[in-house]
């Protein structure tokens, strides 16, 4: 009896040795968790309500999935770890877990695989309470709220970057709008311009200068007034049939000192004669001042042309010898 005794102690003591050795210590408390019977009278109704208990503890806490080791620890009785309630004397297993009777040195491992708050006695002393609390496990809850609210912030920071996208897009419509308006206006502008644009240009030609007119739409009927020194040298009313459509002489060459301008007003726009049916915008349309430098280019390279022709013929030229 004495070696059975030593023996089962050992075991005891290999368990819980083993339970210390393959258990890290953070995680003792509530992955594994060892119950014995007290070192009370158990015999005798009434140890729960003494300092030291019936079980030891008389309340265990472990996270699901934690293991509970229920043990035998008295020499002088056999016991059972059985969840449920006792009534009086009447004790009602709820079948959550049962070590069934358990010699001295016996022990029972439970998963505690359910949450909740269990009521246990000994079948055999129904005044043997105790209570095993099965938590949710804390490190998941914490990973789990922790998780939450990484995808709360997450879900926030999304939000805020759909409103800044929101916000942009508007911004960009807003832009896109304005730009939209502001190529409207310049199209209309140039739609107005396009109407009437004149390009001038001039060229001394035989003592004058010619001025030549290329309106941008055609049926233009206008106005060319030419002044210079203060004088007025052409005042001409025209209708430019085609777009390419006119020129104009002036007897006169515009100098450093005597430029010639030449305004260009218009009349409005529609067949030649008919004015009540003209349109368009009416009004000086372009102005240009003419200065004699192309021309006088001009003018000399046609002299160093005649000059070089009379030159050629002149030398070219065979005159027979008898
Ligand atoms: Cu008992």
Known sequence: MKTKAICSFFVLFAIVAGIGATTPAAFADHTEVAIETADN?????????????????????????GVVTMTNADEAGIHTFTSGTVDGFAATA?????????????????????AG?????CMLHVWMQGVLIVEEEHMEEETMMEEEETMMEEEETMMEEEETMMEEEETMMEEETMMEEEVMEEETMMEEDAELMVTITDSAVEGGTQVNLEFSTIHVNYEIIAMQNGEEILKEAAHAMEMTGASHMINAVGSDESPIDIEIVSLGIGPPGANQDWTGPTGMVAEKQVVPE?????????????????????????????
């Open 41 to 65: 009278d158990l015999a005798a109704p009434g140890c729960v309500e003494t300092e030291v208990g019936c079980y030891t503890p008389n309340t265990t806490t472990i996270e699901v999935g």
């Open 94 to 114: 709820d079948g959550t877990f049962d070590s069934g009777i358990l010699q001295f040195g016996d022990s029972f491992e439970y998963t505690a695989d359910t």
């Open 117 to 121: 708050e269990f009521d246990y006695y």
């Open 294 to 322: 192309f021309g006088t280019i001009a003018m000399m390279i046609l002299a160093v042309a005649i000059i070089s022709i009379v030159a050629v013929t002149a030398k070219s030229r065979v005159v027979p010898r008898f």
